[in-house]
């Protein structure tokens, strides 16, 4: 039979359980939220020839009529820069889920403890971008294509250098 002392520091543990499961979902949740973002465009729904068909008329109604080779171009520069952004923000959603799961270590600097959170973020990108190109070779009107995972993997790259630039650099001249 369990002592008192036992079944309270049972219960008390409890809290802080739930508390732990709470603090992990608050920290994933956004970049669980991207994730489900980029399964859902990597579907046969957003291939070239149906998003084409709303963003034209789209592009049209803001710039004009445009030619069927001019609207290959630039439909091309829509849909890379998708890839781009998109791919951008999830490595930031990452980057905040590893920076608040990874508590700084005692003897770890600022600079470090950034570094290694935004390396393990775009390791994630990358990793994100090789499984939905690798998901879309099976998919009809749809490539898998490795300079696609470069491109969003640059996207998440740039995306940390631009924050680590306005974001962190802003901190360190306020700081000094």
């Known amino acids: 039979m369990p002592t008192t002392s036992a079944i309270r520091s049972t219960q008390s543990d409890r809290p802080i359980a739930r508390q732990s499961v709470r603090a ?7 970049a669980m939220i991207g994730l489900c973002v980029i ?15 709303w963003l034209r008329p789209a592009w ?8 069927d080779p001019a609207w290959e171009r630039i439909h091309h520069y829509i849909r890379k820069t998708g890839h781009f952004t998109g791919y951008g923000t999830l490595s930031l959603l990452f980057l905040r889920g590893w920076l608040r799961t990874l508590a700084r270590g005692l003897h770890e600097t600022t600079a470090a403890f950034r570094l290694r959170a935004a390396t393990l973020a775009i390791l994630y990108t990358f990793l994100t971008a090789s499984a939905d190109e690798f998901h879309q070779t099976f998919l009809p009107g749809r490539t898998g294509l490795f300079s696609d995972v470069l491109l969003d993997t640059a996207g998440g790259l740039m995306a940390h250098l631009l924050f680590a630039l306005l974001v962190w650099g802003v901190f360190a001249r306020k700081s000094s």
């Open 24 to 30: 992990f979902v608050l920290t994933w949740l956004p």
């Open 39 to 53: 399964a859902f465009e990597s579907t046969e729904t957003f291939t070239a020839g149906n998003t084409s068909r």
């Open 60 to 67: 049209q109604a803001i710039f004009g009529a445009v030619s």
